[in-house]
């Protein structure tokens, strides 16, 4: 059983709104720190975050759009039709594109302080679970945090691999934990090729990790409120993020 509510993150010189979800009990538990697609916070967000503190885990999801307001920030409620879903990511981009490196590292430290403060978050290192653009930042925050997160796992994330001097595949030698990544087949956000670079420069790295496909699911094949949703691979994604959690909490 997990309780969920509604908690305010010292951000800065303001503050991100977050759902907060927690085991009964009194803890102290290891805590997760989980990444929202470019969606936003909404139901499945809260349902999915109430999934894994049910396995024992305190789970913290920011809304990382916090400086454009409070969530939800759009009409969310028409995401099940895949032209109403493209039209939101219109919206959405420039808030997305505001998301910079430096941004993600000084929000995931706030984040990370929020955590740490608490009677019921053990201590030690967090994992952080991300979905499209919150995968990609989850690997941003460990690359900037690496001795405060000891793994993430990212799914269905876009653009880890471009062109540009600050990509977020360029700064993976400075993880020291382990990375889970798994891609949607066909995704145009993260093509084959663009995976092969990943692996390559995890390879090269050193960096502990597994790289996997799921073929046959589209970009966001894990939100069950849109028009990627697939039950199949979403299933295999709770499967793949359970195991990075116990191996990591529990050796």
Known sequence: MAHTTTVDVPVGDGVADA?????????????????????????????????????????????????????PLFDLSRLNDPEERGRAFERIMPLVAALTPEVVAGDTAAYL????????????????????MGGTNALRAIEAHPDRIAAVASFHA????????????LG???????????????????????????????????????????????HGFTMADTAAYDERAAERHWVALFDLLDRTFRG
């Open 19 to 71: 759902i907060l979800a927690r085991p009964d009990g009194d803890g102290p538990f290891p805590a997760v720190l989980f990444f929202m697609d470019a969606f936003g916070l909404r139901p499945r967000l809260v349902e999915m975050a109430g999934r894994i503190a049910s396995r024992g885990h305190v789970v913290l999801a920011p809304n990382l759009f916090h400086r454009a307001g409070r969530a």
């Open 113 to 132: 302080d929020f955590l740490a403060t608490r009677d019921d978050v053990a201590p030690g290192p967090v994992v952080v679970t991300g979905y499209c």
């Open 158 to 169: 876009g653009r880890v691999v471009t062109d540009a001097p600050d990509s977020p595949h």
């Open 172 to 218: 993976v030698g400075s993880v020291t934990g382990e990375l889970y990544f798994a891609h949607a087949d066909q995704d145009r956000s993260m093509t084959p090729e663009q995976i092969a670079t990943l692996e390559a420069a995890l390879d090269a790295a050193g960096v502990r990790h597994r790289s996997e496909l799921y073929v046959g699911a589209a």
